[in-house]
């Protein structure tokens, strides 16, 4: 399958689609642990790039509760929202816009040349 994975880099700080899985992750399970577990990351894999996320934009995306008797958890803030909507709205307009070239590229892959070439054999 075909697949348009996009980063984007600004000057000192970057979102992809591993950051933007975490804070889905987040805002789904309500737990930085949680988020990295069904990512199959370490728990201090996805802290740090909280820490990093959080430490790069003026306002924080995520906030977190320590743990203890109640528990702690974690939860997107609205900038972690607005972040994330941004984020997928630059796919999805990358992805409408890149569909052409793309389809023109996928038809010159050599497995699908010998395929379309191949006669059934």
């Given at each position: 399958m075909t697949a348009l994975k996009l980063r984007i880099l600004f000057d000192g700080a970057m979102i992809g689609p591993g950051k933007a899985a975490l804070l889905d992750g987040i805002a789904a399970t309500g737990s930085?642990?949680?988020?990295?577990?069904?990512?199959?990351?370490?728990?201090?894999?996805?802290w740090m790039l909280v820490v990093e996320m959080?430490?790069?934009?003026?306002?924080?995306?995520?906030?977190?509760?320590?743990?203890?008797?109640?528990?702690?958890?974690?939860?997107l803030t609205e900038a972690g929202d607005e972040v994330l909507r941004l984020y997928r709205e630059v796919v999805t307009r990358s992805e409408a816009a890149a569909a052409e070239p793309i389809a023109a590229l996928e038809g010159m892959l050599r497995a699908k040349a010998e395929s379309d070439h191949s006669g059934g054999k």
């Open positions: 930085i642990a949680a988020a990295g577990r069904q990512m199959q990351m370490s728990y201090k894999r996805a959080n430490a790069a934009l003026a306002l924080p995306l995520v906030a977190s509760a320590r743990g203890g008797q109640g528990g702690g958890g974690a939860r």
